[in-house]
């Protein structure tokens, strides 16, 4: 089984993909955090993550253990990963290890969630489940505000607010693999919802497509 979760900016993916992964004993796969692994090598190098060939170069060298870098959330790197994004090259080089994870789980599970942008449309466009979760901008830059904040970072609210807007606007004007749902996506606008309300509603769906007698 595989589920699909997209959608923008700190919609809450990553917490929703972790717990639906844990409760149905499936594998998770934060993708976001291949493109930032990305962006932040090419940072480390005092590369621009503009530059074509380099962020194919990087692409194409990426090691699953770059996954595990320290410095992933940083708010630059989110940035430079949405420009590294755009590069349809490194899109494709990166799609064979998604789809690799996706269908054959490092760990043996019977199935994966993967979250990001274009997982339901491009990457496993025949996912069983789909979601798209939104949630109103506001909503959205006051989380990643406070996220960093209690990781102990500076943040400033109206510049979380400045950088998501640029980064949804990249994510969803580009070319390739713009983000968007699928058509078969179910939304959910978490602006009002707090992880557990989230979480709750998407077992629901869940359960409802698998079926009363929950095979499928
Ligand atoms: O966690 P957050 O919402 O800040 O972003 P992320 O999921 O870590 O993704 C970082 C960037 O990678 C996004 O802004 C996208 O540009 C890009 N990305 C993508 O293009 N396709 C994906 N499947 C996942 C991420």
């Known amino acids: 089984m595989i589920i699909a979760v997209d959608g923008p900016v700190a919609a809450g993916k990553g917490t929703l993909a972790r ?22 090598k090419i940072l480390a190098a005092g ?20 996954l595990a870098r320290g ?9 430079a990963a949405s420009k590294v994004a755009a590069n349809q090259t490194v899109r494709e080089a990166l ?30 466009p025949g996912a069983e489940v789909k979601f798209f979760l939104t949630a ?16 102990g970072e500076e943040s400033i609210y109206a510049r979380v607010l400045q950088d998501l807007r640029e980064r949804d606007a990249r994510d969803s004007g580009r070319t390739t693999a713009p983000m968007k749902a699928a058509e078969d996506a179910l939304r959910l606008d978490t602006s009002e919802m ?19 007698s929950g095979a499928g």
């Open 194 to 212: 707090d992880a557990d309300q989230a979480f709750a509603a998407a077992m629901a769906e869940i359960a409802n497509r698998r079926g009363p």
């Open 95 to 124: 799609l064979d290890f998604q789809r690799r994870f996706a269908r054959q789980p490092p760990g043996g599970e019977a199935g994966a969630v993967l979250d990001g942008r274009d997982i339901g449309t491009v990457v496993c």
């Open 71 to 79: 410095d992933l959330r940083r708010e630059d790197v989110g940035q």
């Open 47 to 66: 590369g621009d993550p503009e530059d074509h060939g380099q962020a194919v170069e990087t692409a194409r060298g990426l090691d699953p253990a770059d």
């Open 136 to 151: 109103s901008i506001e909503a959205r830059a006051a989380r990643r505000h406070k996220e960093l904040l209690q990781r």
């Open 19 to 40: 717990r639906l992964a844990g409760a149905l004993g499936l594998a998770y796969l934060d993708t976001g955090s291949i493109y930032r692994a990305v962006a932040a």
